[in-house]
Nanobody
Framework: QLQLVESGGGLVQPGGSLRLSCAAS????????IGWFRQAPGKEREGVSC????????SYTGPVKGRFTISRDNAKNTVHLQMNSLKAEDTGIYYC?????????????????WGQGTQVTVSS
């Protein structure tokens, strides 16, 4: 059974950076497409970024393009989300999720495994 644990969240000033990590256990991440999602206070959860099982393909939601970078290290069973130039609207709980498959697709309803989330707060 795949288990995911996020870390790296915290309080940061606008313009700052954070690096989130998603550590997997129970099985290898090989063959899993991974997505990062976030939920802002009072809003629905939304997809932020997605990375294919090979790591060769990535996608981002519009508001984070050019600021966030998703990457994965299958040897370490870890996926990262580097977040730069953070804005107040990036505040929320960030979740990583996994779906077995190789295609670059991260629809929320298809993600079978979820972490517990890590809080990111961007505020001065």
């Amino acid at each position: 059974q795949l288990q995911l644990v996020e870390s790296g969240g915290g309080l940061v000033q606008p313009g700052g950076s954070l690096r989130l990590s998603c550590a997997a256990s129970g099985t290898t991440l090989d063959g899993y497409t991974i997505g990062w999602f976030r939920q802002a206070p009072g809003k629905e959860r939304e997809g932020v970024s997605c990375i294919s099982s090979s790591g060769r393909s990535t996608s981002y939601t519009g508001p984070v393009k050019g600021r966030f970078t998703i990457s994965r290290d299958n040897a370490k069973n870890t996926v990262h989300l580097q977040m730069n130039s953070l804005k107040a609207e990036d505040t929320g709980i960030y979740y990583c999720a996994a779906r077995m498959g190789t295609a670059l697709l991260c629809p929320e309803r298809a993600m079978a495994y979820w972490g517990q989330g890590t809080q990111v707060t961007v505020s001065s």
